[in-house]
């Protein structure tokens, strides 16, 4: 028997270990590893989270006044935009320029925040163009199929209008606009 309480003291001992290390991980390093997590979509960004996250990675490569400007007269729906975005930083960090790459769990966030500051105008493209243009992207294709009242962060920030933006809704009607 005494064998065998060492032998649970060591593993207890190792538990212990394992424990501690895991905190002092997270008390150092927290930050960083909540982000991780949430870039990689095993936690949920807030509202606020993904809005700093769009300002944040969109301005890498844009001016804020040039994203708050785009409209449905500019081109496809933000959803669209935010694909292309992904492929072109990954093209651009090919070509040794340093972007960060934009995670699939950052990009339904970072369109549900331009859907809810500049506008969502999905509703005024054909749904298989859409898709289309989407090229096979998972994570924007499910998002393409949630109803904007549905999706959490566009809900959060609808009544926000980013500045300088001419704000477009979809389902308004166009006298609305």
Known sequence: MASKSKGLLKTGGAAAAVAVAAVAVLVFYGDAVLGRLKADGYLPY?????????????????????????????????????????????????????????????????????????????????????????????ALLELLDTPPDSRPIESALREKTAPGAYKEVQGAPPSSR
Not at 50 to 57: M, W
């Open 46 to 138: 807030t509202a606020e989270e993904a809005q700093v996250l769009a300002y944040d990675l969109c301005s890498q490569c844009h001016s804020t006044e040039k994203i708050t400007k785009y409209c449905s007269r500019c081109g496809p729906p933000i959803i669209v935009v935010v694909h292309n975005m992904k492929t072109i930083t990954r093209l651009d960090q090919g070509r040794g320029k340093r972007v960060e790459n934009m995670t699939d769990a950052q990009a339904v966030a970072i369109a549900q925040v331009w859907n809810a500051l500049v506008g969502n105008w999905e509703d005024t493209w054909r749904r298989k163009d859409i898709v289309k243009l989407l090229e096979g992207d998972e």
